[in-house]
């Protein structure tokens, strides 16, 4: 007869049924505490087993991975992507993978290609040609956000995709859907419509609703018809992620107006890219960290999310006036085509300061043109419009003119408008989260896109000590977890999914530079999701282990 008790053989089953073993980890575990020493076992894809240094039998498994010198953190969570259409055409998609992001959410800046109909889906993939291409080698077989996570799932025969993916619900598509590309205010049933089509994405999966206040349609929409919409958002248990309506002058009115805004819907606020770029807000970090600690100490529901570089990227026709750009792609075109009416928008851009460019006059020294989609425009990428101008011996805004017009509204740029101290005193708040919003598209992509999580890592852990490496990985793993209401993400606990990185804290570092912007990470040698490897000795393996992750509305009623 055995002498064990059955603690001692629930401990044995558990480590003869596990399927891997990571040995002397320095686990960072996501919730800001000192790291530790420890093994960690991972079976079925979830954390089954950590045993810290010297407490009692070392835990064995079919497979072991010597950890030591490694620290052991949750995936991160990328909570501002543009992914939605490069997870459905790169099954390798090491420009995520390979930061160790196990969860992107997609959906952003209220453009994106769900809930959408056979109407306005051209308009949509025209209108985001810069940030995702234009869409003609994907298959739009989905029109619902719930068809849209499904095809997420069944991608690539069924294997799925190669990164998680949650979804936000893109208030400007819904408004193109409900009411068009005019600049008016919605009637009573269009704002009906809307607000429908916002509870069947929260149903069918959205983790919340994004804006983009300086993209047109969505920027049409006033205040009234955002707080309704939002409080849809809120009886799901979603939250709204605003591109809100100004980083430039207005920036401290437009963080209010949102703050404002959700606590009289009821509903969570996460700042998207939460920044205050410029000239006229150098050194006014401050101003907007006390905006928000006043609202939190009021009771207010917020979280953000930041990149760690300076400069920022969208596209050039997003710089026009509001008013340039109703109706849609063709009507933009139109007006660029008339010689009155571009120097009307010219007029807006450089002496008044456009709504699109944040009520700043435009200083087109700062707009560097970093993707283009027509050929023989290649020539332009690299350098500002002011550098390409003088090259040409024109105006500015001729050059400006014709990318847009030749490149039929599809031309990225790079902004170079930031203030680094700003950038640091907002990654240091308590409600900070990562976002790359990295753009994948163009020659010459933002570096973002490919080091946002090793930078932060790297040079604000390592090298700056802006954040303790504890600090930094909780900011990245838990608190955005906490906001999508994953409950088994986002933590190295027993019983949560095994999303893991593995990265070496003396020498991790962003590869992508400006220069060479779509360079890989180095030190990150391992990344886990679901427990399968799919970074293994610093290369990217062939697992497709990533999902649709859906929102806390689909969950409930599941």
Not at 8 to 23: N, S, V
């Given at each position: 007869?055995?002498?064990?008790?059955?603690g001692?053989?629930?401990?044995?089953?558990?480590?003869?049924?596990?399927?891997?073993?990571?040995?002397d980890?320095?686990?960072v575990?996501?919730?800001?505490a000192p790291?530790?020493?420890?093994?960690?076992?991972?079976?079925?894809?979830?954390?089954?087993?950590?045993?810290?240094?010297g407490?009692?039998?070392?835990?064995?498994?079919?497979?072991?991975?010597?950890?030591?010198?490694?620290?052991?953190?949750p995936?991160?969570?990328?909570?501002?992507?543009?992914?939605?259409?490069?997870?459905?055409?790169?099954?390798?998609h090491?420009a995520?993978?390979?930061?160790?992001?196990?969860?992107?959410?997609?959906?952003?800046?209220?453009l994106?290609?769900?809930?959408?109909?056979?109407?306005?889906?051209?308009?949509?993939?025209?209108?985001?040609?810069?940030w995702?291409?234009?869409?003609?080698?994907?298959?739009?077989?989905?029109r619902?956000?719930?068809q849209?996570?499904d095809?997420?799932?069944r991608?690539?025969d069924?294997?799925g995709?190669?990164?998680?993916?949650?979804?936000?619900?893109?208030?400007?598509?819904?408004?193109?859907?409900?009411v068009?590309?005019?600049?008016?205010?919605a009637?009573?049933?269009?704002?009906?419509?809307?607000?429908?089509?916002?509870g069947?994405?929260?149903?069918?999966?959205?983790?919340?609703?994004?804006?983009?206040?300086?993209?047109?349609p969505?920027?049409?929409?006033?205040?009234?018809?955002?707080?309704?919409?939002?409080?849809?958002?809120?009886?799901?248990?979603?939250y709204?992620?605003?591109?809100h309506?100004s980083?430039?002058a207005?920036?401290?009115?437009?963080?209010?107006?949102m703050v404002r805004?959700?606590?009289?819907?009821?509903?969570?606020?996460h700042?998207?890219?939460?920044?205050?770029?410029?000239?006229?807000?150098?050194?006014?970090?401050p101003?907007?960290?006390a905006?928000?600690d006043?609202?939190?100490?009021?009771?207010?529901?917020?979280?953000?999310?930041?990149?760690?570089?300076?400069?920022?990227?969208?596209?050039?026709?997003a710089?026009?006036?509001?008013?340039?750009?109703?109706?849609?792609?063709?009507?933009?075109?139109?007006?660029?085509?008339?010689?009155?009416?571009?120097?009307r928008?010219?007029h807006?851009?450089?002496?008044?300061?456009?709504?699109g460019c944040h009520?700043?006059?435009?200083?087109?020294?700062?707009?560097?043109?970093?993707?283009?989609?027509?050929?023989?425009?290649?020539?332009?990428?690299?350098?500002?419009?002011?550098?390409?101008?003088r090259?040409r011996?024109?105006a500015?805004?001729?050059?400006?003119?014709?990318?847009?017009?030749?490149?039929?509204?599809?031309?990225?740029?790079?902004?170079?408008?930031?203030?680094?101290?700003?950038?640091?005193?907002?990654?240091?708040?308590?409600?900070?989260?990562g976002?790359?919003?990295?753009?994948?598209?163009?020659?010459?992509?933002?570096?973002?896109?490919?080091g946002?999580?090793?930078?932060?890592?790297?040079?604000?852990?390592?090298?700056?000590?802006i954040?303790?490496?504890?600090?930094?990985?909780?900011?990245l793993?838990?608190?955005p977890?906490?906001?999508?209401?994953?409950?088994?993400?986002?933590?190295?606990?027993?019983g949560?999914?095994?999303?893991?990185?593995?990265?070496?804290?003396?020498?991790?570092?962003?590869?992508?530079t400006?220069?060479?912007?779509?360079?890989l990470?180095?030190?990150?040698?391992?990344?886990l999701?679901?427990?399968?490897?799919?970074?293994?000795?610093?290369r990217?393996?062939?697992a497709?282990?990533?999902?649709?992750?859906?929102?806390?509305?689909?969950?409930?009623?599941?």
């Open positions: 007869m055995s002498t064990e008790g059955p001692a053989r629930a401990t044995a089953e558990r480590q003869h049924a596990m399927d891997l073993i990571i040995r980890a320095r686990v575990d996501g919730t800001g790291s530790y020493r420890a093994d960690v076992g991972v079976a079925d894809g979830r954390i089954t087993e950590i045993r810290r240094e407490d009692g039998p070392r835990p064995t498994a079919a497979r072991t991975l010597d950890a030591d010198g490694l620290a052991l953190s995936g991160f969570v990328d909570m501002h992507a543009h992914s939605d259409l490069a997870l459905l055409r790169d099954p390798d090491s995520k993978a390979a930061q160790g992001v196990t969860l992107e959410v997609l959906g952003q800046d209220g994106a290609y769900a809930p959408c109909d056979d109407r306005t889906l051209d308009g949509i993939r025209r209108s985001i040609a810069g995702n291409g234009d869409g003609s080698d994907i298959d739009f077989d989905w619902t956000v719930g849209y996570l095809r997420l799932d991608n690539f069924g294997q995709i190669a990164v998680n993916a949650a979804y936000l619900i893109p208030q400007g598509t819904v408004r193109m859907l409900a068009g590309w005019e600049d008016r205010p009637t009573a049933a269009e704002l009906t419509r809307m607000k429908e089509l916002v069947q994405g929260m149903a069918e999966g959205a983790v919340g609703m994004s804006s983009g206040l300086t993209y047109t969505g920027m049409y929409a006033d205040d009234a018809e955002l707080t309704e919409l939002c409080r849809v958002v809120a009886g799901y248990g979603g709204y992620c605003p591109h309506r980083y430039g207005g920036a401290l009115a437009a963080y209010e107006e805004l959700t606590r009289n819907a009821g509903c969570a606020l700042l998207a890219h939460a920044t205050m770029n410029f000239g006229v807000n150098k050194g006014r970090a101003d907007l960290l905006l928000l006043d609202a939190l100490a009021a009771g207010a529901d917020i979280s953000l999310d930041t990149y760690p570089y300076t400069p920022g990227c969208t596209t050039l026709v710089m026009l006036p509001s008013w340039a750009g109703e109706g849609g792609p063709e009507p933009v075109l139109t007006r660029l085509a008339d010689d009155a009416t571009a120097e928008i010219r807006h851009l450089e002496v008044l300061g456009s709504d009520g700043v006059p435009i200083e087109w020294d700062t707009i560097e043109i970093s993707g283009v989609g027509a050929p023989h425009l290649a020539g332009h990428v690299g350098r500002t419009v002011a550098e390409s101008a090259l011996g024109e500015p805004w001729a050059t400006a003119r014709r990318l847009l017009v030749e490149d039929r509204l599809g031309t990225t740029i790079l902004q170079h408008v930031g203030h680094e101290e700003n950038v640091r005193q907002i990654m240091r708040h308590r409600v900070h989260t976002g790359s919003d990295g753009i994948l598209q163009g020659d010459k992509p933002h570096p973002r896109a490919y946002t999580f090793p930078q932060y890592l790297g040079r604000y852990v390592r090298e700056l000590g954040l303790t490496l504890e600090e930094c990985v909780a900011h793993t838990s608190r977890a906490a906001r999508l209401r994953l409950p088994d993400r986002g933590l190295v606990h027993e949560y999914r095994a999303d893991l990185v593995l990265f070496d804290p003396a020498t991790v570092a962003a590869g992508s400006f220069d060479e912007p779509r360079t990470p180095v030190g990150i040698p391992h990344v999701i679901d427990g399968r490897f799919v970074i293994e000795d610093g990217r393996t062939t497709l282990a990533g999902r649709a992750v859906r929102g806390a509305g689909r969950r409930a009623r599941a």
